[in-house]
């Protein structure tokens, strides 16, 4: 389960339109790998009372952003959702150039690349590249990671402003203030010395995959994105991580930098 995925949101604010809220966190519900979600599903997800994912998804389905036309007991993104995930891919302009580095990078290493951003108080895989002539799937577009607890995480707190880093820890119940800081400034210690950010193995959320991240701050976003490169234990010792993956992920993401006429995350948070 999810949780409830409207939670630590400002819903006293007058401005606030809570239905909308709601709406969108049942369109954020869906992942790339589902063969369809239903009602209950959605709720399960989401968090949301059933009857109020039932009236959403109805009004989501008309308004052609959901679409149920195999199963009808059973909703997919629709084709007003898509158009939507187009307009904001070409409005970045970074997407085009990340996309053929991260691909090399993959491939070089033979770890899952991913782009991953801010969710409120979770990291939401935005983008995977995985390497040719690897099957396995691994984690997908549209999954939720914990700030705390990721190399991924740890780096997104590192690079964050004082006040976005502020919010995310107040919204997060997993995180004491305390913690926090300690991750911060060991991730950012990492990110000064080394370049990237590996989360020590005793202080993951999950012990299924050893990953390396860098944060990445673009013109067209108001914080960091984070890219990642990880793969199982098995497949990626933690010498290899240290040594290979992680310093050729930093210089994928100076690349990127470079070619775009960019600061480092951390120079724009200094």
């Not at 307009?87 to 033979?110: H, K, N």
């Not at 590249?129 to 740890?154: D, F, I, M, N, Y």
């Amino acid at each position: 389960m999810e949780g409830d995925m409207t939670s630590g949101l400002p819903e006293t604010d007058r401005r606030f339109a809570t239905t909308l809220a709601r709406g969108l966190a049942v369109l954020r519900a869906f992942r790339s790998s589902d063969d369809g979600l239903g009602n209950a599903e959605i709720a399960e997800r989401t968090g949301l009372p059933k009857s109020t994912v039932s009236r959403l998804t109805f009004t989501l389905q008309s308004l052609g952003y959901l679409s149920h036309a195999r199963r009808r007991d059973r909703y997919r993104p629709g084709p007003a959702l898509l158009a939507l995930g187009n307009v904001a891919a070409s409005s970045l302009s970074f997407m085009e150039l990340a996309g053929g580095t991260m691909q090399r990078l993959a491939d070089e290493t033979g770890t899952l690349s991913l782009m991953l951003v801010r969710d409120r108080d979770k990291l939401l895989i935005a983008k995977t590249w995985r390497p040719r002539g690897v099957s396995s799937l691994w984690l997908e577009a549209g999954h939720r990671l914990p700030l705390g607890g990721t190399s991924s995480g740890h780096a997104m707190l590192a690079s964050l402003p004082q006040d976005a880093f502020e919010a995310v820890v107040a919204a997060d119940d997993r995180l004491t203030p305390d913690r926090a800081d300690e991750i911060r400034r060991a991730a950012y210690a990492q990110l000064v010395t080394q370049g990237f950010v590996v989360t020590p193995p005793d202080q993951y959320y999950t012990p299924n995959i050893h990953a390396a991240a860098k944060p990445f701050q673009a013109h067209d976003l108001n914080e960091p994105v984070i890219f990642t490169c990880g793969a199982m234990p098995r497949d990626l010792t933690l010498d290899r991580l240290r040594g290979e993956v992680g310093p050729k992920l930093a210089e994928a993401v100076r690349e990127l930098e470079r070619m775009l006429g960019l600061s480092s995350a951390i120079a724009v948070r200094g």
